[in-house]
Structure formats: structure tokens, C-alpha cells
């Protein structure tokens, strides 16, 4: 039987680099594609050795060529956090937009089946609690996260479309806020400032009165998700996250207790059209993949935590996006 081989795209991103170590461990050749951009080699240094590791230092936004077959392409090559958006928004609209559109052509090309990263932003700041599968969203397209949501939209009803046009098979998950080792420190995201704050002996910042909620899913759980869902027969969408809610403010309370700071919570103003409310309805995925969440956020945070310490100190100081983009405090 020949190998199965697989691409994933933002391969040395925070969850493009937990799929690589997936797939590898299933046995699969596993060719990875990374611009770097908001990706870091060192979440993939470990797979370098590999014979069934290969990696394109690529920008998918301009046309893709892989030799050789492809079974499986995974398109998750975005950056993913609001502060990415505002910093490099042009190349979040393409990735989303041009990316998959190669993407979604190069599966034709090798009859290859495509899984692409979608989110919990299609939904917007969401008028329907918790958010179904079939709720269209309420998104503002020229807000600061306009770029990402509608790039995303887009991504989704590209793949739609090579499905019912050109019988491509796709599969799109909607991934809602997930954490965990390899997160990007100084990247704004709530739960990697928060334990780099307490590691920094600064106080956490939250943002508006900290009562908007998320729901926060461990990495583990949404890879074993997305790993269902590719394997399933199903090509509409499929939001993959835990359904556990807490406000911002309690989730400060975790991580202050977690970690052990002295230091306090301090309030800053809330980020334009900021969600107030998410919490996945994961029905879908239960029924369709028999998938629901198995770690909990003490477990999954204290497992962040760790890695986090285990982190040389120097890199609690790193800026997000290298020289280009220092961090403004
Ligand atoms: N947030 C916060 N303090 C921070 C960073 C984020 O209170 O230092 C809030 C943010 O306003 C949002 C929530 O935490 O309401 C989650 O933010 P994140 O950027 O992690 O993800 P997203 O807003 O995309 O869910």
C-alpha cells in the first residue's frame, strides 16, 4: 500500500504544528507549508529529522505546487488573533481568500480531499446563544476584524462551491477559541497575555468590564475534532470547540490562581466589536463524528502553564511578529 500523504498549510503555527505531529503519528508523509509570517519554525524544529517530514517555506497566497499525490490537504495558514488583523491586514484578507482559492485548486488537480480552517468569527458578535451550525452571524465587514470574518466567509462559500460545482471533496470546520502549548506569546490573544502577564509580574489586563464570555476547548480535543471531521463524509460546516463558558473576569481568576501572581486585574477599553458572548453548539459534531471534548480547563490549563514555563525567558519578550512588528506595551 503506498503512503498516504497529506499537506497542511500554517504548518508552524499553533495548530498547524499539532496536526503535523497527528499525522505523523498516523503514519502519513507529511509535507508542511509556512511563510513564516506569524508561524514559528520552532513549534515543528522536532519533525525536521523526519523522513516523512518535508517542509515549503511558502506563502500559499501565490500559486501552490506540491510533486508527487496528495489524499488530504488541510488549509489552516491564517494568522489568528485580533491583533494580526490589524497588523497585517491585507495578508489575512488573501490567505483566506487567494489562499484557499489555490488551495481548493490544487485538490482538484491531484483529486485530493480538502479540509479548510473556518471560525466561530463567521458568527460575528452572535445574536443567537450559543451558535448553531445553521446561524448565519452578524458580522461588521469593515470593522477591524472585517478582514478575517469575511475572509473566512469567503473561504467557506469557495469550498462550498468546488463541492457542488466541481464534486471536489471538503470538509470545513469552525474552530472556536482553543489553547495551549505552542500558543504565540505577546500575540494579544486573551490566554497567552494573561500567563505571559503572570509570568512577567505584570497585572492582567482585561479588556471592557471582562463579563463578555468565551469558551475555551484544548488543543488535543479540537485536533482529534478536526482528524473526525476529515475522515467523515460530511461537507457542510462543523463547529468543533468546548462548550464550557466563563467571562473574561473569571478566567482571570483561573490563571491568578493557576499561576500564583500577586499582581491584579486591571480594565482597559474593549476592542471594536469585541464578541460579548460564544459558546459552540457542538450537537453536530456529537452526532455526525461521536466527538465531545475531553479535557478540562484545569487540566488543559495547567498543561499550558507548563509548557509556557518551560519557555527560556528571553521569549516572554519576544514581539509577536519579529523586528518588523515590535511589541508596543
Ligand atoms: N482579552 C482581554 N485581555 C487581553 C486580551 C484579550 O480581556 O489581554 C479579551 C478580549 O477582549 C476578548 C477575549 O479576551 O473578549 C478573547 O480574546 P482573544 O483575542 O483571545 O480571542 P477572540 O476575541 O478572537 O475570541
Not at 81 to 97: F, N
Request: aromatic share 10%; charged share 20%; proline share 6%.
Amino acid at each position: 500500500m503506498t503512503q498516504k500523504r497529506v499537506l497542511i498549510t500554517g504548518a508552524a503555527g499553533f495548530l498547524g504544528s499539532h496536526l503535523c505531529d497527528r499525522f505523523i503519528k498516523e503514519g502519513y508523509h507529511v509535507i508542511g507549508m509556512d511563510n513564516l509570517i506569524t508561524g514559528d519554525l520552532r513549534n515543528i524544529e522536532h519533525l525536521f529529522a523526519l523522513k516523512d517530514f518535508e517542509f515549503y517555506h511558502h506563502d500559499v497566497s501565490k500559486f501552490v505546487f506540491v510533486p508527487g499525490h496528495l489524499d488530504y490537504i488541510l488549509h489552516f495558514a491564517s494568522p489568528a488573533s485580533p491583533i494580526d488583523y490589524l497588523k497585517i491586514p491585507i495578508q489575512t484578507l488573501k490567505v483566506g481568500s487567494l489562499g484557499t482559492h489555490n488551495l481548493l485548486g490544487l485538490a482538484k488537480a491531484k483529486n485530493a480531499r480538502i479540509l479548510v480552517a473556518s471560525t466561530s468569527e463567521v458568527y460575528g458578535d452572535p445574536l443567537v446563544h450559543p451558535q448553531s451550525e445553521d446561524y448565519w452571524g452578524n458580522v461588521n465587514p469593515v470593522g477591524p476584524r472585517g478582514v478575517y470574518d469575511e475572509a473566512k466567509r469567503f473561504q467557506e462559500a469557495i469550498t462550498m462551491a468546488y463541492h457542488t460545482y466541481h464534486g471536489l471533496e471538503t470538509r470545513i470546520v469552525r474552530i472556536f477559541n482553543t489553547y495551549g502549548p505552542r500558543m504565540r506569546l505577546n500575540d494579544g490573544r486573551v490566554l497567552p497575555a494573561f500567563i505571559g502577564q503572570a509570568l512577567r509580574g505584570e497585572d492582567l489586563t482585561a479588556f471592557g468590564d471582562g463579563s463578555q464570555t468565551r469558551s475555551f476547548c484544548y488543543v488535543d480535543d479540537l485536533i482529534e475534532g478536526i482528524y473526525r471531521l476529515l475522515m467523515s463524509d460530511c461537507s457542510s460546516p462543523v463547529n468543533i470547540g468546548n462548550p464550557d463558558e466563563i467571562t473574561i473576569n473569571e478566567f482571570a481568576q483561573e490563571i491568578i490562581q493557576l499561576t500564583g501572581t500577586t499582581q491584579k486585574v486591571v480594565y482597559k477599553p474593549l476592542p471594536t466589536d469585541d464578541p460579548k458572548q460564544r459558546q459552540p453548539d457542538i450537537s453536530k459534531a456529537t452526532a455526525l463524528l461521536g466527538w465531545t471534548p475531553k479535557v478540562n480547563r484545569q487540566e488543559g490549563l495547567k498543561l499550558t502553564f507548563d509548557y509556557f514555563k518551560s519557555l527560556s525567558k528571553d521569549r516572554l519578550y519576544e514581539a509577536p511578529h519579529g523586528r518588523d512588528f515590535p511589541l508596543k506595551s
